[in-house]
């Protein structure tokens, strides 16, 4: 069963920084796209980085660009989100996505609760 | 910046049929934005419906479809359950790997 699970979330404060993780099972993560999607409470989903499979492609949005880090282990079967200078509106569930191979995500973790506040 | 469009909220008798829709704030949604939707409900992770336009992914059942209809992509759920309840976001891809979500819409069954 392919399965993504995140981890690391938690309370940080304003200026401060977290690494959260996704393992994946079920597949090899060598072989996929992924992405991170986020969703701060009550709010809609905001896609906020790419990987490619070997992570010579990356991508961020305009709103985490210059302060989030997109990173894989393929030994590992990990992905990270390094993030860093957090602000209160980076509070969210984070979401690892498998990228689908149009342009979409398949299979989508449990997500990992960052909270930035003082 | 390019602004994703969906109704906000949308109402559904049990056993109706609604479209849902995803435009954008200037031009119009093709095929080429491979529009794909998504399921939400409250405390859940999203669950991947439709990609590519009309793709059903696997185990998502035919009273789900998507299609292009006019200048926006299109979701449409024929014979509306309890459990279609749900919040609906579409993404549309802008090229080099950026990806857009529309705002959400709300969908209730009453």
């Known amino acids: 069963e392919v399965q993504l699970v995140e981890s690391g979330g938690g309370l940080v404060q304003p200026g401060g920084s977290l690494r959260v993780s996704c393992a994946a099972s079920g597949f090899t993560l060598s072989t996929s796209e992924m992405n991170w999607v986020r969703q701060a409470p009550g709010k809609g989903l905001e896609w906020v980085s790419y990987?490619?499979?070997?992570?010579?492609?990356?991508y961020y949005a305009d709103s985490v660009k210059g302060r989030f880090t997109i990173s894989r282990d393929n030994a590992k079967n990990s992905l990270y989100l390094q993030m860093n200078s957090l602000r209160a509106e980076d509070t969210a569930v984070y979401y690892c996505?498998?990228?689908?191979?149009?342009?979409?995500?398949?299979?989508w973790g449990q997500g990992t609760l960052v909270t930035v506040s003082s | 910046q390019t602004v994703v469009t969906q109704e906000p909220s949308f109402s559904v008798s049990p056993g109706g049929t609604v479209t849902l829709t995803c435009g954008l704030s200037?031009?119009?949604?093709?095929?080429?934005?491979?529009p794909s939707w998504y399921q939400q409900t409250p405390g859940q992770a999203p669950r991947t419906l439709i990609y590519?336009?009309?793709t059903r992914s696997s185990g998502v059942p035919d009273r789900f479809s998507g299609s292009i209809l006019g200048n926006k992509a299109a979701l449409t759920i024929t014979g509306a359950q309890a459990d279609d309840e749900s919040d609906y976001y579409c993404v549309l891809y802008m090229g080099s790997g950026d990806v857009v979500f529309g705002g959400g819409t709300k969908l209730t069954v009453l």
């Open positions: 990987i490619s499979r070997s992570g010579s492609h990356i």
């Open positions: 590519s336009t009309n």
């Open positions: 200037s031009g119009s949604v093709s095929t080429s934005y491979y």
């Open positions: 996505a498998r990228a689908g191979a149009e342009y979409y995500f398949d299979c």
